[in-house]
């Protein structure tokens, strides 16, 4: 595996933060909601030793800090459009993860010509596939829910790796908006 090499792409007023690991296809992973790279753990590494797996931060996640625009999939879409785009890999396989899972799907609806291959990870379509403890949790999710959330893992890496870790509440607030919205 060759060493991570963390770089930030300027795509569609974001600056967009992945690593790049391993040689070979091009395979682009995106983490779930409230994540980072970090998320796939020994994965990563594994998924590298035949590939050249390019690991993404998503907006307001992990490295990447918000911008001024809405969290949507098909803005996020359009960023790993544009990430493939910058980094001239023409088209590459996409796996996502949950809300990665979600980005991804979007990617190949929007922009199928740069989708080769697409693995979707724990992924629901529509907002009544999920469970309904699951939905509601999910619409407690926003500002009201930082302060108690800094006591999980989740905080920690994000305040570990955030730009402006301070953004935690936004992040929460926008990831809540669009969790809260129907899949269409």
């Known amino acids: 595996m060759t060493e ?9 007023g974001l600056e967009m933060y992945y690593e790049i690991h391993g040689e070979g296809e091009p395979l682009i992973l995106l983490h779930g909601g409230v994540g980072a790279i970090e998320m796939f ?20 996640h992990g490295r990447t800090a918000d911008i001024d625009r809405p969290m949507t999939f098909e803005a996020m879409a359009d960023d790993v459009a544009a990430l493939i785009e910058h980094l001239e890999l023409g088209e590459a396989d996409v796996m996502g993860y949950s809300l990665g899972g ?10 199928p010509e740069v989708v080769r291959k697409l693995v979707l990870v724990s992924t629901p379509f529509r ?12 619409d407690q999710m926003g500002h009201a829910a930082a302060e108690p959330m800094k006591q999980t893992p989740m905080y920690q890496l ?15 607030t926008k990831l809540g908006g669009l969790l809260g919205q129907d899949y269409d």
Do not use: C, F
């Not at 907002?127 to 999910?138: Q, T």
């Open 41 to 60: 753990g020994e994965v990563l590494p594994l998924l590298a030793e035949g590939r050249r797996v390019i690991a993404v931060d998503l907006q307001a």
């Open 158 to 172: 994000y305040s570990s790796v955030a730009p402006r870790p301070e953004d935690w509440p936004v992040l929460l």
């Open 102 to 111: 979600g980005v991804a799907l979007r990617t190949a609806i929007h922009n």
């Open 127 to 138: 907002r009544d596939g999920w469970y309904p403890e699951v939905l509601a949790g999910m």
């Open 4 to 12: 991570n090499t963390g770089k930030h792409a300027a795509v569609n």
